[in-house]
């Protein structure tokens, strides 16, 4: 590594650390004013972020420059947060089934898919099915085609 480099790098972080001491203190807190608890994980984030893209050249405007990463991280956790909160309601509405009625409606569902010579033999089995646990079949029609015979 060239002596250049490493007075470059040097530089870089030692003008890091100086906007850290500078800037840190006034960004936690006025991230805390507005995401409460996740001030902290949101202003660390942002550091990572500066930290990450290596400025050669100075930073024109600190303040601004931090305060938009910053809100840009939290407005993501914001929009994480309502996507897993649409998840898990979606999920909330599954739940309400039971084991066997969902998988009666998952199955139901899949059958429906089938071709017409696959849906028959189904509904056949079925019938065979209900027959043998003593159920009874209301109509001979639900064991045969429509319009044909068996």
């Not at 660390?44 to 050249?57: S, Y």
């Not at 100075?58 to 840009?72: D, E, S, T, V």
């Not at 999920?91 to 139901?108: C, G």
């Amino acid at each position: 590594m060239s002596e250049e480099t490493v007075q470059s790098r040097v530089r870089a972080e030692v003008g890091m650390a100086d906007l850290y001491r500078r800037y840190a203190p006034w960004l936690t807190a006025r991230m805390r004013g507005r995401f409460g608890a996740d001030a902290e994980d949101i202003v660390q984030d942002a550091w990572v972020r500066v930290a990450a893209l290596g400025h050669d050249n100075p930073i024109q405007h600190p303040k601004a420059f931090l305060l938009r990463i910053a809100q840009n991280l939290a407005l993501d956790r914001v929009r994480h947060r309502q996507v897993a909160a649409r998840h898990a309601a979606a999920n909330a509405d599954d739940d309400s089934l039971s084991p066997d009625q969902l998988e009666a409606v998952l199955l139901e569902q899949v059958i429906d898919s089938l071709p017409a010579p696959l849906r028959y033999v189904s509904n056949v089995l079925d019938c065979y099915l209900a027959l043998a646990a003593g159920r009874r079949v209301f109509t001979v029609r639900q064991c045969r085609p429509q319009g044909g015979a068996l």
